[in-house]
C-alpha cells in the first residue's frame, strides 16, 4: 500500500509563465508513436547485454503535451514506455479537498477500498498548500486495537531527531491510541501547548 508520504511529498507543480493568474492546465493530451533509437554516426541495431531488455533499435514513445489557455504555456513531455492508470480520487486521497478539523487540516491519504475512511492524514496549519516536507505539521494514521477497534495515533512537530516515530518521519510529540479523528485533530492542534510527560529512565 501507497504511503502517504509519497503520495505527497516529492511532487512538484509544472512552472507557468511568470504572472500567470489563473495557473491551471486546460488541455491534457497523449500521444504513443512508434520510434527508432539511434546513436549520432552509428547505424548498428541497439544491443543490450541484459537478458531482460525489451529496448530493441525501435521502441514506443509516449507524449504528454499540456496547455494553460491563461498564459499559453504549452508544455511537451516525453518518455519511452510508459504505463498509465486511471483512479478515481476516493481512492488515491490526493486531489481531495482537506478537511478542517479542530482548527488544523487533514489531507487524505490512499483509501482501504472506494467510500471508506483514508487510513493516515497529513496535516497542515491552513490550506494554502499542500503538504510538503516543509509545511506538513502532523500526521494522523490510524490501526485496530487487540478488540479490532479503530484507534488512531497522532504525531506533531516534524523533527529528523525526534524521539518518536510514526509512518517514515520523525516528531517531537506523539500520542498514545485515541478514540477517534476529532480527537486526534485536537491533540495536534494543542500538541505544543500541552504538558509533556516527563520522560522517566531507570538504571
Known amino acids: 500500500?501507497?504511503?502517504?508520504?509519497?503520495?505527497?511529498?516529492?511532487?512538484?507543480?509544472?512552472?507557468?509563465?511568470?504572472?500567470?493568474?489563473?495557473p491551471v492546465w486546460d488541455d491534457a493530451d497523449i500521444r504513443h508513436t512508434d520510434a527508432i533509437r539511434t546513436t549520432p554516426g552509428d547505424t548498428r541495431p541497439h544491443e543490450c547485454a541484459?537478458?531482460?531488455?525489451?529496448?530493441?533499435?525501435?521502441?514506443?514513445?509516449?507524449q504528454l503535451r499540456l496547455l494553460c489557455r491563461t498564459c499559453h504555456t504549452v508544455i511537451t513531455l516525453s518518455a519511452e514506455h510508459l504505463n498509465q492508470a486511471m483512479a478515481h480520487t476516493s481512492v488515491t486521497g490526493w486531489g481531495q479537498p482537506p478537511q478542517q478539523l479542530a482548527g488544523v487540516w487533514l489531507w487524505p491519504g490512499r483509501a482501504p477500498a472506494p467510500g471508506h475512511t483514508p487510513y493516515e492524514y497529513l496535516i497542515?496549519?491552513?490550506?494554502?498548500?499542500?503538504?510538503?516536507?516543509?509545511?506538513?505539521y502532523g500526521?494522523?494514521?490510524?490501526?485496530?486495537?487487540?478488540?479490532?477497534?479503530?484507534?488512531?495515533?497522532?504525531?506533531?512537530?516534524?523533527?529528523?531527531?525526534?524521539a518518536h516515530q510514526v509512518s517514515t518521519l520523525r516528531w517531537r510529540h506523539s500520542s498514545k491510541g485515541l478514540a477517534t479523528l476529532g480527537e486526534a485533530a485536537a491533540w495536534i492542534t494543542d500538541a505544543e501547548t500541552r504538558p509533556q510527560r516527563s520522560l522517566v529512565v531507570s538504571v
Open 50 to 62: 541484459h537478458p531482460d531488455c525489451t529496448h530493441d533499435t525501435g521502441f514506443d514513445r509516449v
Open 124 to 136: 497542515t496549519r491552513d490550506n494554502t498548500h499542500i503538504p510538503t516536507p516543509d509545511t506538513v
Open 139 to 162: 500526521i494522523i494514521t490510524g490501526y485496530r486495537d487487540a478488540d479490532h477497534v479503530q484507534r488512531w495515533i497522532a504525531a506533531a512537530v516534524p523533527d529528523p531527531d525526534g
Open 1 to 22: 500500500m501507497d504511503l502517504i508520504t509519497t503520495t505527497y511529498f516529492g511532487w512538484n507543480p509544472l512552472a507557468h509563465a511568470p504572472g500567470c493568474t489563473i
